[in-house]
């Protein structure tokens, strides 16, 4: 199983492709709902503005939307265990008479619970900034209890922890688009070649456009990735793995 995983995620040349391997391969397990955020811009207590993340899931809408759209999920005390630490995480340690919840964190429960997000586990991905964060919350099937996942991951938790931290850099180097970050294929081309340190007159030539329309294209990009400068605007998409490669 763990090398027929390697191979399919190894092989994934989208996002959409790795992520259908991890649920395959996690379901199996006992895990059927997950949810994956990443964002290069996370602070100190939290992943950042969710229109900057990359946000994976398989729970059903009527669950994900009013979670991530209404903020609950920013008081969700698996995603505020994730934002401080690394590693795995039951979420026994949110439940019982020792969690001290706040009120707002127990709304979120109390949702989750309504949901059928009940029982599962958190993994929150090692980073070398603490503005990169990554986490993965595995949801248990309806019928396994917090103790069946407890036990699980005694048996086999440092298999389903490596399997998820190989997912996670995968799913890191390929290219991606965030709500925040939607461009047209000539938005990002012209931001391809500021990258590549071409001035505006430059790209103006290789794109055959005039130096009016190459600004245009720029402002427009610099007002769908949410930024002041041209500069910022190729970090971001870099961060994205697309400015550098250019659909052809």
Known sequence: MLLDYLEKIHGSVSIEGAWEVIVKHMTNFGFDRM?????????????????DM???????????????????????????????????CSWS??????????????????????????????????????????????????GMSQQDVDTLLDLRGREIVQ???????????????????????RQRETLHWVGEGKTTRDIATIMGVTIATVEKHLHLARTALNVDTTAQAVLKLSFQNQVFSLER
Request: aromatic share 10%; with cysteine; hydrophobic share 35%.
């Open 163 to 185: 399997m998820c931290n190989v997912a996670h850099l995968k799913l890191t180097s390929l290219s991606y688009t965030t709500p925040g970050g939607r461009l047209t294929d």
């Open 54 to 88: 990359l946000l994976l899931s398989n729970h059903p809408k009527s669950y994900l939307e009013p979670y991530i759209a209404e903020g609950l999920y920013f008081e969700a005390p698996m995603h505020r265990w994730a934002a401080k630490n690394t590693g795995v």
């Open 93 to 142: 340690r949110f439940t019982g008479p020792d969690s001290n919840l706040t009120p707002e964190a127990q709304k979120t429960m109390n949702f989750n619970a309504r949901h059928g997000v009940i029982a599962g586990a958190t993994i929150s991905f090692q980073n070398i900034s603490n503005k990169i964060k990554g986490a993965i919350g595995l949801v248990a099937k309806q």
């Open 35 to 51: 949810l994956y955020g990443y964002t290069r811009f996370g602070t100190a207590t939290s992943f950042g503005e969710t229109d």
